[in-house]
Every structure is written in structure tokens, then in C-alpha cells.
């Protein structure tokens, strides 16, 4: 997005996110880990068929796996995840051109605050249907804010308050493809734009783990590696 556009999404101050403490590892994505620590699994597994050919990463990233962690942990009773077809719809009143050239993290953000989106039950995705917002209940947030991709403390916090973390970078041709036995991504800051969300991490590895909306078969069953200085360098 414009470096303008980005600036004046409020920054999460002190206070606002908790420090790392007690967790060397945290994996939203992981059953086991989250029922060790008294949670069950709030984030949604990886869709299967992804997003497609269309560009709606945004949507995935924001609202199927963002969101849906996030209102689940607040409370809010989900019966299937945050609906990527709703949101992507909802965004061409922000961006016309959003089904050919995809949307800002931060208009998604808007979409969620401002008119709230319905769960996937109610708007399955399509890659070839674009355009038709949901007239079901919408589940909204209260609010969002951004943190320094080069703060890993708050990045690691808000994972460990169950807050996923979208964010977009350049990805190029390595990057398609990563799998099950290469999934550590090395960005060059080459490539196309592309939206996902960070839901865990390794201290050990030094890495952040991510979920793309590529599908089950891509990378690590939907999941990939970046190391916290690659992430806070592109």
C-alpha cells in the first residue's frame, strides 16, 4: 500500500500487546499445543483449494485467518470461519478494480470495523465469482493497529493473544515453489505483492511460521517458514 496510507494506521502502543514470556514456541495452528495451554483451536485449518486464481489474498489473510482467530478468542460464537468471498465482495466498494488487481490489508481492516462480514457457511468462496456481498448476519471487530515489522516482541505477543498478523511482501518464482521439505522462504524483495498472516513462531529457529491461502498442497500442508530479520528486512 502507499507508504501515507500505511503511516496513518494507528501503531499498537505500549501496553497495547503483551511481552513474550513463558513461550519459546507458539503455534496457532497446532491442536495439541493450544489444548496443553488451555485453548482449543481457533484458527482455521487451511482450506484445501485456496484462493485460486483470483487475488483476494487480502481477504484470506485478514478475514479467514486473522479474523476468524481473533473474534473466536474474544468470544465471538463462529460455526465456520470468516467467509474470504464476503470480504473480497465488500472490498470493490473500496477498490473497483479489486478483482483483477487485489486490495489493501488496511481496507480490509475498514470492511471489518466499519460493516463487518459474514462466516464462509453463509458465502462459500468461489475463485470465479467476485462482486457479491452477503446479505447474511456480518461479525465485526473493534479496531485494529499495526506494529514494526522489526518488533518481534509485539509481533510474538499479539500471536500469543491469539491475534494472527497480516502483512504483505514480495514474493518471486522461489516462493511458488516451497514445500514439504523446503519451507523457509528467503525473500529478495522481488516479485509480485502478496497478503498472508503470521500465526506462530519458533525461538529456536529464529523463524515466524505463516499461513498462505495457496491451498493444502502447497508448501508445508498451507504453511511456511521466514526468519524474524528476513521478515523485518522486506
Same mark, same amino acid.
Request: with cysteine; hydrophobic share 35%.
Given at each position: 500500500?502507499?507508504?501515507?496510507?500505511?503511516?496513518?494506521?494507528?501503531?499498537?502502543?505500549?501496553?497495547?500487546?503483551?511481552?513474550?514470556?513463558?513461550?519459546?514456541?507458539?503455534?496457532?495452528?497446532?491442536?495439541?499445543?493450544?489444548?496443553?495451554?488451555?485453548?482449543?483451536?481457533?484458527?482455521?485449518?487451511?482450506?484445501?483449494?485456496?484462493?485460486?486464481?483470483?487475488?483476494?489474498?487480502?481477504?484470506?489473510?485478514?478475514?479467514?485467518?486473522?479474523?476468524?482467530?481473533?473474534?473466536?478468542?474474544?468470544?465471538?460464537?463462529?460455526?465456520?470461519?470468516?467467509?474470504?468471498?464476503?470480504?473480497?465482495?465488500?472490498?470493490?466498494?473500496?477498490?473497483?478494480?479489486?478483482?483483477?488487481?487485489?486490495?489493501?490489508?488496511?481496507?480490509?481492516?475498514?470492511?471489518?470495523?466499519?460493516?463487518?462480514?459474514?462466516?464462509?457457511?453463509?458465502?462459500?468462496?468461489?475463485?470465479?465469482?467476485?462482486?457479491?456481498?452477503?446479505?447474511?448476519?456480518?461479525?465485526?471487530?473493534?479496531?485494529?493497529?499495526?506494529?514494526?515489522?522489526?518488533?518481534?516482541?509485539?509481533?510474538?505477543?499479539?500471536?500469543?493473544?491469539?491475534?494472527?498478523?497480516?502483512?504483505? %511482501?514480495?514474493? $518471486? #518464482?522461489?516462493? =511458488?515453489?516451497?514445500?514439504?521439505? +523446503? !519451507?523457509?522462504?528467503?525473500?529478495? /524483495?522481488? &516479485? @509480485?505483492?502478496?497478503?498472508?498472516?503470521? %500465526?506462530?513462531? $519458533? #525461538?529456536?529457529? =529464529?523463524?515466524?511460521?505463516?499461513? +498462505? !491461502?495457496?491451498?493444502?498442497?502447497? /508448501?508445508? &500442508? @498451507?504453511?511456511?517458514?521466514?526468519?524474524?530479520?528476513?521478515?523485518?528486512?522486506?
Amino acid at each position: 500500500m502507499p507508504v501515507e496510507d500505511y503511516r496513518s494506521m494507528p501503531e499498537a502502543g505500549e501496553g497495547n500487546f503483551a511481552t513474550v514470556g513463558g513461550y519459546d514456541q507458539f503455534d496457532l495452528s497446532d491442536s495439541n499445543f493450544l489444548s496443553q495451554i488451555g485453548f482449543p483451536r481457533l484458527l482455521p485449518a487451511p482450506d484445501p483449494a485456496g484462493q485460486g486464481r483470483q487475488p483476494s489474498c487480502t481477504a484470506w489473510a485478514v478475514g479467514f485467518a486473522a479474523a476468524t482467530a481473533t473474534m473466536r478468542y474474544s468470544g465471538t460464537n463462529l460455526t465456520s470461519p470468516i467467509s474470504p468471498a464476503d470480504l473480497f465482495a465488500k472490498l470493490l466498494r473500496r477498490t473497483p478494480n479489486a478483482c483483477t488487481s487485489g486490495s489493501y490489508i488496511s481496507s480490509a481492516m475498514d470492511t471489518l470495523v466499519q460493516e463487518g462480514v459474514t462466516t464462509l457457511a453463509n458465502a462459500p468462496y468461489s475463485e470465479l465469482q467476485c462482486g457479491t456481498p452477503s446479505a447474511a448476519l456480518p461479525y465485526q471487530i473493534d479496531g485494529f493497529s499495526r506494529v514494526p515489522a522489526t518488533d518481534s516482541i509485539a509481533i510474538r505477543g499479539s500471536v500469543q493473544m491469539m491475534q494472527p498478523v497480516s502483512f504483505g %511482501i514480495m514474493v $518471486d #518464482d522461489r516462493f =511458488q515453489n516451497l514445500g514439504a521439505s +523446503n !519451507s523457509v522462504y528467503v525473500p529478495n /524483495g522481488s &516479485g @509480485g505483492g502478496h497478503a498472508m498472516s503470521i %500465526i506462530g513462531y $519458533d #525461538d529456536s529457529r =529464529q523463524q515466524y511460521k505463516v499461513m +498462505n !491461502s495457496w491451498g493444502t498442497g502447497w /508448501g508445508a &500442508g @498451507g504453511f511456511f517458514w521466514i526468519s524474524y530479520a528476513d521478515f523485518g528486512r522486506y
